[in-house]
């Protein structure tokens, strides 16, 4: 029995025909009969063709991203997230917060937390990530899903719905999120990380990406746009968590990681933008 998937079935949805489910014990059902396993660990694997797994977290890549996010740059972006849905509660005795491509669900913790009446549903395509995810929190639901698919979730359910360096599937957002709800989205910004994407020769950051997300979004209002920038000595094996943590985790082999954790310590920036989008 999972609580926090019982406490968020009313919006859970089945990945099969879209019914909606029932939480009884440990499977998650629909009424057409399509039945979902609920794992020891308290996440539901919603995938419905394992053949297409891809970009999903490996266990090292999942290990690194806890370590990176006890670092004080983690810690005030999930500070700073947690303050932006303050506003946004005021007025709602009990906020849904949907995290697509929510890894372990640090930031989606980070609100249930601060905020006693929320609850979340975080989904991920690994379940690595998943089975992290489950332990965090009995607000915090954990589902395997694809970003890409259809999502698991009913239409007009979430009052916030947080996109943290994850892939964006904007049409599905836009179908789960209430009328005047509002989307938090944090992507790095061009010299996040550089000095270690320089040292390692490791994959850039795509040029644009707040132009581009700005483009996709033409039914939401801009209401807040920040960046949050610091550097941070990183000696050998923190360096190393970073690198795992990001897109270059899945490019990175068994000696990298050995030579990587043995580099001297370098001065390293952090730098995320964080916008903020209202429906509507
Ligand atoms: C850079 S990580 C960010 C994770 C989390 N938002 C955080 O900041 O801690 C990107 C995440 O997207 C997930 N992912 C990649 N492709 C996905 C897909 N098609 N559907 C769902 N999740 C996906 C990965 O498994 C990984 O956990
Ligand atoms: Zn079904």
């Known amino acids: 029995m999972s609580k926090a998937l019982s406490a968020i079935q009313d919006i859970l ?8 489910v029932k939480v009884t014990g440990s499977t998650v059902q629909c009424e057409a ?19 297409f797994i891809k970009n999903a977290d490996t266990a ?20 700073q997230i947690s303050d932006i849905c303050e506003g946004i ?7 849904t917060v949907v995290e697509p491509g929510g890894g372990t669900g640090f930031y989606a913790n980070a609100i249930v937390k601060r905020f006693d009446t929320a609850s979340a549903l975080s989904f991920d395509i690994s379940s690595h990530a998943a089975k992290v995810c489950a332990r965090q929190s009995e607000r915090v639901a954990s589902v395997v899903a694809d970003v890409w698919q259809r999502w698991p979730i009913s239409d007009n359910s979430a009052d916030v719905v947080l996109s943290v360096f994850s892939p964006r599937n ?10 005047g709800s509002v989307l938090i989205v944090v992507t790095p910004e061009e ?16 040029r644009d990406k707040s132009e581009k997300i700005a483009k996709s979004l033409e039914n939401f209002t801009n209401i807040h746009q ?7 000595l990183l000696n050998g094996s923190a360096q190393c968590d970073s690198l ?5 985790g899945h490019h990175v082999s068994a000696e990298d990681i050995q030579l990587f954790s043995q580099a001297e310590p370098i001065t390293v920036t952090h730098c995320v933008n964080i916008s903020v989008w209202k429906l509507g």
């Open 89 to 95: 509660f005021q007025n709602i005795p009990a906020p």
């Open 244 to 248: 795992l943590s990001g897109p270059n």
């Open 60 to 79: 090292e890549m999942v290990d690194a991203r806890q370590k990176m996010h006890m670092r004080t740059f983690f810690q005030d972006l999930a500070h």
């Open 226 to 232: 920040s960046v949050l920038e610091s550097t941070e």
């Open 13 to 20: 949805c089945c990945p099969h025909c879209a019914g909606s």
């Open 170 to 179: 904007f049409i599905e957002t836009e179908r789960v999120m209430k009328p």
């Open 33 to 51: 009969g399509h039945s979902f396993d609920i794992a020891r660990q308290g996440y539901v694997n919603f995938l419905t063709d394992q053949t």
């Open 191 to 206: 010299n996040h990380l550089v000095e270690l994407r320089t040292k390692f020769n490791a994959l850039g950051i795509e």
